[in-house]
């Protein structure tokens, strides 16, 4: 009986080395990673509450540059003005070159306010204003104070050089911007014009005519209108080219990660075991799932076709034909006009189909064309307007 177990007491006859040994989380450790989720909460909730403002200066990043701008013009006047006031006790021909500066600082006015028209409608073109130049923060202030030569005289030539430098930024920065919409509008009609599609572009110069008359000195005659005429210019064919990027069908057709069970040519037909070809591409998606128009056009067809099932037919410009084929519903009418991602179906497996998917193609008059083609060249401008 002296064997049987007491409760409350403890066998001090027990080994303490067969006691079963404890395990948790080091202090430490467990301190270390509480510190480290709570900041991570910290940040993330930091970031939640100041993403309207990050987001404010991340859009507002082409007005600061031009505000920049404005504000070294208005120091650059002070300082003409302030030269102006001291030109009078002056001697030789300061006065004379205070008005070839003052000449200058109208010119830069006029050719910010032109490049100022030009920045607004680069940035509605998605052409960021970051072209701009900006400048070092430590020229800012102090390269248009005067400072005093010996006798007094104020430092005209750093007033001039400062004008100067800023009109070669304004140059520079209408220059960086047509550039940037050349190499664009060349890169959508290049690639477009792989695909068969005319680009229609404004003409590059109005009608212009008149007698040959020997040029005349004026200052209503100016260099820089005329270039910032060409800019303009080249952000009217940069937007007419990319508004074309709309009319074609080069966008996908269903939202999502969705596998391509098919694709276009031949290849064994699941109903017959032999090879056949297959005239457009296979997207294996739930039934149901929404089907969007690839462009803008105006949809010609809504019904059923031989083999395809249910079918939603647009024609876009230039005469191109998407066709949506195994549909399980309509979303969409004969007669109306959709734009690119407009929803124009439903996801089924209508007709000679195996299970749910879309299939889509692209026709030219009765031949079938590769849409592969189309949606890669989809994804390659869309990379270059991001």
Not at 232 to 260: C, F, Q, W
Request: proline share 4%; hydrophobic share 40%; net charge negative.
């Amino acid at each position: 009986m002296r064997n049987q177990a007491s409760f409350g007491r403890t066998d001090k006859g027990r080994d303490k080395s067969t006691r079963p040994a404890r395990h948790g989380v080091h202090p430490a450790l467990f301190y270390t990673m509480f510190a480290l989720l709570l900041g991570g909460n910290g940040l993330l909730g930091t970031a939640f509450l100041l993403s309207p403002d990050i987001s404010r200066l991340l859009n507002g990043q082409s007005e600061q540059v031009v505000q920049a701008y404005e504000d070294r013009i208005a120091q650059l006047r002070v300082e003409i003005d302030r030269l102006h006031s001291r030109s009078y006790a002056q001697a030789g021909d300061v006065n004379l070159q205070l008005q070839e500066l003052a000449q200058q600082q109208e010119v830069l006015l006029e050719q910010h306010q032109l490049v100022r028209i030009l920045v607004d409608k680069a940035g509605e073109l998605g052409i960021e204003a970051a072209t701009l130049s900006q400048p070092a923060q430590s020229d800012m202030p102090l390269a248009f104070l005067a400072n005093p030569a010996i006798g007094g005289n104020p430092d005209i030539d750093a007033t001039a050089a400062a004008v100067n430098q800023m009109m070669d930024e304004t140059q520079f920065a209408m220059t960086s911007i047509a550039e940037t919409a050349v190499a664009r509008t060349d890169s959508i009609v290049a690639e477009l014009s792989d695909l068969g599609i005319r680009v229609d572009l404004p003409a590059g110069e109005a009608g212009m005519g008149g007698p040959l008359l020997d040029a005349v000195d004026s200052s209503e005659s100016s260099p820089m209108v005329d270039d910032a005429n060409a800019v303009m210019e080249a952000l009217l064919r940069y937007k007419a080219a990319r508004d074309s990027i709309e009319g074609a069908p080069v966008h996908m057709p269903i939202s999502g990660n969705y596998r391509r069970s098919s694709t276009f040519g031949n290849r064994t037909d699941p109903f017959t075991g032999n090879r056949a070809f297959h005239s457009g591409l296979d997207f294996a998606a739930a039934s149901g799932t929404p089907v969007y128009s690839a462009g803008r056009g105006v949809v010609t067809f809504v019904g059923t076709r031989s083999g395809y099932g249910k079918v939603v037919e647009v024609t876009h410009d230039g005469g191109l034909v998407t066709r949506y084929a195994h549909l399980s519903g309509y979303l969409s009418k004969e007669g109306q006009r959709v734009s690119t991602g407009t929803p124009i179906a439903k996801v089924g497996s209508t007709g000679r189909s195996t299970g749910p998917h879309l299939h889509f193609e692209v026709r030219k008059g009765d031949s079938a064309i590769n849409p592969k083609a189309f949606l890669d060249a989809g994804n390659r401008l869309s990379a270059l307007l991001s």
